[in-house]
């Protein structure tokens, strides 16, 4: 910090001088004060490098290896205000693992996407009216926040569709955050997270999915789970279904008290055509659903809101 101060001085001296620019002829005082300013700026430049210098100097780099293995805490400074991992972000991983030890491959979604994957590839009519039923957001330039991972399904399908060819399933899982043009409330937020599955090979029927999604929320509440359906209606699958599952007793539910947990089905023949697969072949499955309602029922959580809140005592309970 000596150079420090020692330029500062310097400075100071400098802006002394450079009250003399009155006492000297006015065609000389441009060039003057160019020099003067040439100066301050050199001398500016020289404080900031050695203000950095003190800084880097001051601060032991940590190896943190030296505490692998050892009971010992982490020095104070290192574990007070650490950020640490959202716990959504940490409950997506769980969800992640699960889906890949049962060989699903995993794809990110993207959180800027156009009408034709937003919707014509989904096999939503032009102009039907269940385009309005997602309550999506657009730019001004015409694009689309996602409002379901979904808007995957057709790039997916065609990246994997040599799979099939070898005799491969294509079997990916896509998770992804989501948009809505929601009014917010406890359960509704306008931003979340879902995760989509999607399932293509020449033999796989619906009984297969039901038993990949129960497998999944068994792994997922650690426990056996009793499910149900009921239709639903989604362009992009026939038949459509609404995926529930009992509210668990350890997770406060009563017999009967059944949730809707996603939306699933088998993949329209129009979809898989779009994506260049040949509907009397192949046949696929696909699912999606809300992460943070996965989230929130494992934990008792009652508002949605919490998760974008950025509420540290929220946040410091995980
Ligand atoms: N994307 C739907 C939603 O957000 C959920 C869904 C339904 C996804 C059926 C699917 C599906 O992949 O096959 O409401």
Same mark, same amino acid.
């Given at each position: %910090?000596?150079?420090?101060?020692?330029?500062?001085?310097?400075?100071?001296?400098?802006?002394?001088?450079? &009250?003399?620019?009155?006492?000297?002829?006015?065609?000389?005082?441009?060039?003057?004060?160019?020099? %003067?300013?040439?100066?301050?700026?050199?001398?500016?430049?020289?404080?900031?490098?050695?203000?950095?210098?003190?800084?880097?100097?001051?601060?032991?780099?940590?190896?943190?290896?030296?505490?692998?293995?050892?009971?010992?805490?982490?020095?104070?400074?290192?574990?007070?205000?650490?950020?640490?991992?959202?716990?959504?972000?940490?409950?997506?991983?769980?969800?992640?693992?699960?889906?890949?030890? %049962?060989?699903?491959? &995993?794809? $990110?979604?993207?959180?800027?996407?156009?009408?034709?994957?937003?919707?014509?590839?989904? /096999?939503?009519?032009?102009?039907?009216?269940?385009?309005?039923?997602?309550?999506?957001? *657009?730019?001004?330039?015409?694009?689309?926040?996602?409002?379901?991972?979904?808007?995957?399904?057709?790039?997916?399908?065609?990246?994997?569709?040599? /799979?099939?060819?070898?005799?491969?399933?294509?079997?990916?899982?896509?998770?992804?955050?989501?948009?809505?043009? $929601?009014?917010?409330?406890?359960?509704?937020?306008?931003?979340?997270?879902?995760?989509?599955?999607?399932?293509?090979?020449?033999?796989?029927?619906?009984?297969?999915?039901?038993?990949? +999604?129960?497998?999944?929320?068994?792994?997922?509440?650690?426990?056996?789970? /009793?499910?149900?359906?009921?239709?639903?209606?989604?362009?992009?699958?026939?038949?459509?279904? $609404?995926?529930?599952?009992?509210?668990?007793?350890?997770?406060?539910?009563?017999?009967?008290?059944?949730? $809707?947990?996603?939306?699933?089905?088998?993949?329209?023949?129009?979809? +898989?055509? %779009?994506?260049?697969?040949?509907?009397?072949?192949?046949?696929?499955?696909?699912?999606?659903?809300?992460?943070?309602?996965?989230?929130?029922?494992?934990?008792?959580?009652?508002?949605?809101?919490?998760?974008?809140?950025? /509420? +540290?005592?929220?946040? *410091?309970?995980?």
């Amino acid at each position: %910090m000596q150079d420090v101060e020692r330029l500062k001085q310097e400075l100071n001296q400098l802006n002394a001088e450079y &009250v003399k620019i009155k006492d000297i002829p006015p065609e000389e005082r441009a060039e003057f004060g160019r020099k %003067m300013n040439e100066k301050k700026q050199e001398i500016l430049a020289q404080i900031a490098a050695a203000e950095k210098a003190a800084i880097d100097a001051a601060v032991e780099p940590l190896d943190i290896t030296a505490w692998s293995g050892t009971n010992e805490a982490l020095p104070e400074f290192y574990t007070a205000e650490m950020g640490s991992k959202h716990p959504l972000m940490t409950e997506l991983d769980r969800v992640i693992d699960i889906y890949q030890l %049962m060989g699903f491959d &995993v794809v $990110e979604s993207r959180q800027l996407d156009d009408e034709f994957h937003m919707f014509d590839s989904l /096999n939503f009519p032009k102009g039907h009216p269940a385009r309005d039923g997602y309550d999506t957001f *657009r730019t001004e330039e015409g694009l689309i926040p996602p409002a379901h991972t979904s808007t995957m399904q057709h790039r997916v399908l065609k990246k994997y569709k040599n /799979n099939l060819a070898s005799g491969k399933p294509i079997a990916v899982v896509v998770p992804g955050r989501v948009f809505r043009n $929601e009014d917010v409330d406890a359960t509704h937020e306008h931003t979340f997270y879902q995760c989509e599955g999607v399932y293509v090979s020449e033999t796989c029927a619906m009984s297969d999915m039901l038993g990949i +999604l129960r497998e999944f929320f068994e792994k997922y509440y650690e426990q056996k789970l /009793n499910i149900r359906t009921q239709p639903g209606y989604f362009p992009f699958t026939e038949p459509s279904l $609404e995926f529930m599952i009992e509210k668990p007793k350890s997770l406060g539910g009563k017999k009967g008290d059944y949730l $809707e947990m996603l939306g699933c089905g088998m993949i329209h023949p129009n979809v +898989l055509k %779009m994506a260049g697969i040949d509907p009397e072949k192949y046949h696929g499955f696909a699912w999606g659903g809300g992460i943070d309602r996965l989230v929130m029922l494992r934990y008792g959580l009652k508002d949605v809101r919490l998760f974008e809140s950025g /509420n +540290l005592n929220f946040l *410091r309970e995980f």
